[in-house]
Structures are given as structure tokens and as C-alpha cells.
């Protein structure tokens, strides 16, 4: 890959809402990076048969350089979302991948449209980001952390440095997919006992891959969020369109 550009997923950018998590329900433009260090393939059903729920982001073809992203976004329209306050949501795949080559496409950005947007991440946690993206960019960062049940080798997946990182920012949010009652029991052993997350930044949302397995497990996840103060997060994508793999 050339210096000066990305490797995007095969959907690309796209304008949407957000689905999960701290940010849900706001316009939002997503840029999808290619490229992960995860497979989820502990989460494979017959909704979602290879595990990931983004697994456009595993193409590599899609090679931007920052001029001709640009001008995607003027053709298609986000800069003018952008402005108007949506979130540039940066996504993938695991964006932190190509997290060096961002900080040389976004001062490009800010010339070409002379503004500087509202930068939030998606990531699973396992890269330690740079701080520049806090001290030069205001970005905030929406995590995934994948527990055991993604099926990912725990010296892969688990970074208790990254996620201390993570929390000491205010403005992060965690979300841990659930399955079943051992998945919340991984979430305090995991992560809140060891005081690597703190509990009031956690959202817990259902393992699902379609509106109808949405439907049936968000019962159980919700129960599980008043019985022990959590913050529960739907997964709108799923609500309102049944698609797994555009947010």
C-alpha cells in the first residue's frame, strides 16, 4: 500500500444512524476501513455464517489515495453531512490498523473542506491508539471489546494496557456482546474487577445477527441490565433495516 492512501471495505462510506452504543440514533457517516487483526469466529450462526459482522471490511481491492477519498466524499455528498454535525464514524474491520496513514489523510481533509469533523472510532481495543488522536483530534472511541465468546486466542484479543487506555478517556464507551449469563460473569472477571473498565462506561447488547434473533435475546440482555445497573444497547441496524453487515 502506497503512503498516501487507505484501504477501504467494499461498502466503503456510507451516511446512516448509529445502532449501538453511546452514540446511538445519531446521523452518522461511515468510513469502513479493510483489514482485521480479529475473526469473530466463535460468533458464526446460520444469520451470520462467518462470525464477523462486517465481513466486507475483509477485502483489500479498495485502495484510496487521500485526494481520490476526498473527492468521494465531496461526489457523494458527507462533507455536507459532516458539516451539518453527523459523526464521521471510523470503522472497520479494526481501524487502528491503519491508524498512521489516518493522521496524514485528515489534515488533508480539514484543507480540502475547511472544517474539522466530529471523529468517533470503532475498534475492538486491542491496538493502542496514539495520542494525538485525543490531543490534536478530540476523538472519541466506541469499543468492542471480543470476550472468549468470539473465539479469538485471549493473547490476541485481551490488552489490559489498550483498555486501561481507553478508560482513562472520558468520552469512551464499551460494548460487550451477550450470549448467555457466563458472557456478563467474563465481563466482571474480565474487565471491572481488575479496574480496567470502569462499570458506568458499559453498554451491554444482545448476540445477534438478524431482527428475529434480536428480538428473542433482548429480553434476557435487558433483565440482565437492571438487575446489575447496566446500560443497555439495542442494535438498530437490526431493528429497523434486519442488516447485520451497514452498521
Same mark, same amino acid.
Given at each position: 500500500m502506497a503512503l498516501d492512501e487507505l484501504s477501504l471495505s467494499d461498502?466503503?462510506?456510507?451516511?446512516?444512524?448509529?445502532?449501538?452504543?453511546?452514540?446511538?440514533?445519531?446521523?452518522?457517516?461511515?468510513?469502513?476501513?479493510?483489514?482485521?487483526?480479529?475473526?469473530? &469466529?466463535?460468533?458464526?450462526?446460520?444469520?451470520?455464517?462467518?462470525?464477523?459482522?462486517?465481513?466486507?471490511?475483509?477485502?483489500? &481491492?479498495?485502495?484510496?489515495?487521500?485526494?481520490?477519498?476526498?473527492?468521494?466524499?465531496?461526489?457523494?455528498?458527507?462533507?455536507?453531512?459532516l458539516k451539518k454535525g453527523a459523526i464521521l464514524k471510523i470503522t472497520g474491520g479494526e481501524p487502528m490498523l491503519q491508524?498512521?496513514?489516518?493522521?496524514?489523510?485528515?489534515?488533508?481533509?480539514?484543507?480540502?473542506?475547511?472544517?474539522?469533523?466530529?471523529?468517533?472510532?470503532?475498534?475492538?481495543?486491542?491496538?493502542?491508539? &496514539?495520542?494525538?488522536?485525543?490531543?490534536?483530534?478530540?476523538?472519541?472511541?466506541?469499543?468492542?471489546?471480543?470476550?472468549s465468546n468470539n473465539g479469538d486466542p485471549e493473547a490476541r484479543r485481551y490488552k489490559p494496557d489498550v483498555l486501561k487506555w481507553h478508560n482513562s478517556h472520558s468520552e469512551?464507551?464499551?460494548?460487550?456482546?451477550?450470549?448467555?449469563?457466563?458472557?456478563?460473569?467474563?465481563?466482571?472477571? &474480565?474487565?471491572?474487577?481488575p479496574g480496567y473498565v470502569d462499570k458506568d462506561k458499559i453498554w451491554l447488547m444482545p448476540c445477534c445477527g438478524s431482527r428475529e434473533e434480536h428480538t428473542l435475546k433482548s429480553t434476557m440482555v435487558a433483565e440482565l441490565c437492571k438487575e446489575h445497573h447496566f446500560k443497555f444497547s439495542p442494535r438498530l441496524q437490526l431493528v429497523i433495516w434486519d442488516m447485520a453487515l451497514k452498521v
Open positions: 461498502d466503503k462510506v456510507f451516511y446512516t444512524l448509529e445502532g449501538e452504543g453511546k452514540h446511538i440514533g445519531e446521523p452518522s457517516v461511515f468510513m469502513r476501513l479493510a483489514m482485521c487483526n480479529l475473526t469473530c &469466529k466463535g460468533f458464526a450462526s446460520e444469520d451470520s455464517p462467518h462470525g464477523c459482522d462486517s465481513f466486507v471490511s475483509w477485502s483489500v &481491492k479498495n485502495k484510496f489515495t487521500f485526494e481520490n477519498l476526498n473527492w468521494y466524499f465531496e461526489d457523494h455528498g458527507y462533507d455536507e453531512a491508524q498512521r496513514r489516518l493522521l496524514e489523510w485528515l489534515p488533508t481533509f480539514v484543507e480540502w473542506f475547511g472544517f474539522k469533523p466530529r471523529i468517533d472510532f470503532e475498534s475492538n481495543a486491542s491496538i493502542l491508539p &496514539k495520542d494525538e488522536w485525543i490531543t490534536e483530534w478530540d476523538a472519541t472511541f466506541t469499543l468492542s471489546p471480543k470476550m469512551s464507551c464499551f460494548k460487550f456482546v451477550i450470549n448467555d449469563n457466563s458472557d456478563l460473569k467474563e465481563v466482571y472477571e &474480565k474487565y471491572i474487577d
